[in-house]
């Protein structure tokens, strides 16, 4: 396994790699989750190809920044088990050169869900992931689905701008009591993660986001949403106060009659 910092050394290899090539954005923190998009990258491509960035535009708190969780050592140990060939390693005066000069809006999706309360949030998404597909040109990217509103805007995005890559969705990868893998699980204490493994399971059971909503809020957590869009009713919360706040989001599938769906949910 190849590790890269410096991002023009990336580009000028980059034409030697032959076949087909996966891409696996993430911001380090390696879990579950983003082990299945690698294994899921080595097994359908000849080349597979990481980065793992902390990409301070996305978040629009700075304390999320500042405790989102490092573990670099055993993530690329973690990765070099998953089959990963490249792993690029890039800083932000690289990543944004530009300082943040230029960036890449979307008007309508992004400011729904997770957007109402994280202004900018999907903006710094969506800018450093065209910065990422463009450094990598990959034939595949691979994303989880848990954050269904930002791979829903990924694959618009490559979509409008007529990107020639695929976007795969993976499943969601979930610990044994239904709770989402994701690095911020981390964070949770311990009532905290008693609390969120019932997330999944209020979110899957409710008759309708109403009663999830209700559901939620009485059994402790803060709501921030609960939606349906399309054919997966998505929700976000807040477990604990303070500093020991934890924001986790999940998504479940739902029985929608096709015919009151608008054709893009569908095809979603
Ligand atoms: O899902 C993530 O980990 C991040 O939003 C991503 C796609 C790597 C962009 O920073």
């Known amino acids: 396994m190849n590790i890269v910092h410096c991002l023009s050394e990336w580009q000028a290899l980059r034409p030697s790699l032959g076949g087909s090539v996966g891409f696996v954005p993430t911001m380090g923190a390696l879990h579950e989750g983003h082990l299945s998009l690698l294994r899921a990258s080595a097994e359908n491509n000849d080349v597979t190809v990481l980065s793992i960035y902390v990409n301070?535009?996305?978040?629009?708190?700075?304390?999320?920044?500042?405790?989102?969780?490092?573990?670099?050592?055993?993530?690329?140990?973690?990765?070099?088990?998953?089959?990963?060939?490249?792993?690029?390693?890039?800083?932000?005066?690289?990543?944004?050169?530009?300082?943040?000069?230029?960036?890449?809006?979307?008007?309508?999706?992004?400011?729904?869900?997770?957007?109402?309360?994280?202004?900018?949030?999907?903006?710094?998404?969506?800018?450093?992931?065209?910065?990422?597909?463009?450094?990598?040109?990959?034939?595949?990217?691979?994303?989880?689905?848990?954050?269904?509103?930002?791979?829903?805007?990924?694959?618009?995005?490559?979509?409008?701008?007529?990107?020639?890559?695929?976007?795969?969705?993976?499943?969601i990868v979930r610990e044994r009591d239904g709770l989402a893998m994701s690095s911020r699980n981390q964070l949770l204490n311990h009532a905290g993660r008693q609390l969120a493994g019932r997330f999944n399971q209020l979110l899957a059971n409710a008759v309708d986001d109403e009663h999830a909503w209700q559901g939620l809020r009485a059994a402790g957590m803060q709501v921030a949403y609960v939606e349906t869009v399309g054919v997966r009713r998505c929700g976000a919360v807040v477990i604990g106060t303070g500093d020991e706040a934890v924001r986790l989001i999940d998504n479940v599938p739902v029985d929608v009659a096709e015919d009151s769906l608008p054709l893009q949910d569908i095809a979603r």
């Open 56 to 171: 301070a535009t996305q978040f629009n708190d700075p304390a999320d920044l500042a405790k989102y969780p490092n573990t670099l050592e055993t993530d690329l140990a973690a990765a070099r088990a998953a089959g990963v060939d490249w792993v690029l390693l890039p800083d932000y005066s690289q990543i944004y050169a530009d300082g943040y000069r230029f960036q890449l809006n979307e008007e309508s999706f992004s400011q729904q869900l997770c957007g109402i309360d994280r202004p900018g949030h999907f903006t710094g998404v969506l800018t450093v992931v065209m910065k990422l597909l463009n450094l990598v040109r990959p034939d595949r990217a691979y994303f989880g689905l848990k954050d269904f509103q930002q791979f829903t805007l990924i694959k618009d995005m490559c979509r409008t701008f007529f990107m020639p890559v695929e976007i795969v969705g993976c499943e």
